[in-house]
Every structure is written in structure tokens, then in C-alpha cells.
């Protein structure tokens, strides 16, 4: 008897430990994969991935093609860092920052900084349907320009 009972409180211990890892955990619903797609003025496009994962990480890629004739890939930025919720507020603080251009040869080497920099400054977002919406500060001269970007949903990360 006393052996069915161990047996049967070890089962229990089990399943509630197992019941435990396997808990989905809440997420923000800017979690996932986020896509914008753009014409350039005179020539090409920019694509630009924004990517916001559970533990509290962020990368914007931002791809232009076409930008020097051709189609093929002609420059990147590639962002990376961690990113905090409060509200309807998002902060996202880039740690590393990756370029490449092929304006300086095909072959030319990427350039890798770390940085440490606020990316959409005082941004505040929407999700609705498959969109996400951020309203940002830019700073182009001497005062602030409120700023809207809209990204689509490509899939949960």
C-alpha cells in the first residue's frame, strides 16, 4: 500500500512539474515577426524585418536593393538589442549595429559597432489585425518630427 501511494505521489509531482514547463507563457503582442516593404526615390526598394522575441530582444534588419541600378542587394543596416514594454510604450535600446555597401566593392567588409542607442525614440505602438503601428520622434534639424511606421505581421517568433 505504502508503495502504491509513493508511486502515486511521484506521478503527481511529475505531472505538476511537467504541467509547469510546458505553461504558455504571455507575451506583448508586438511579439513576432513584422515586415515593411518601400520604393526608394529615384530606384530600388527597402525592406525592413523588425522582429520582437519573448526574452526581451529586438533586431531590425533594413535591406535596400536596386539602389545603385540592378536588383540584387545593395546595402544593409542590421540592429540589434533588448527591448522593454510599459503600456503602450516600447523602448528599444540597440547594443549592435552591422552595415554593409556595395557602393565600396562587393567584396567589401561589413562594419561591425557596438552601440548603444534608443531606436524609434518615445515610440508608442498599436497592434490591429495583422499590423503594428509605431509613432516615433526623428530628429532631422533642431526640433523633434512625429513619425508613423507600419510593419505587417509575417509570423510569431
Sequence with gaps: MRRALLVACLGLVTAVGCSETTRPVASSPIVGRWVRQENLQSMGRMTRLLVFRNDGT??????????????????????????EIDG?????TATKEVTWDSFYGRTSPETVRQINSV???????KVAALTLTLDYLIYP????????LSFTLLGLD
Design 141 to 148: 534639424a533642431d526640433a523633434p518630427e512625429p513619425t508613423t
Design 119 to 125: 531606436v524609434f525614440p518615445e515610440a508608442r505602438f
Design 88 to 92: 503602450d510604450r516600447v523602448i528599444c
Design 58 to 83: 529586438f533586431s531590425l534588419a533594413t535591406d535596400m536593393y536596386g539602389i545603385y541600378g540592378g536588383t540584387g542587394l545593395a546595402a544593409y543596416t542590421h540592429t540589434s538589442g533588448t527591448y
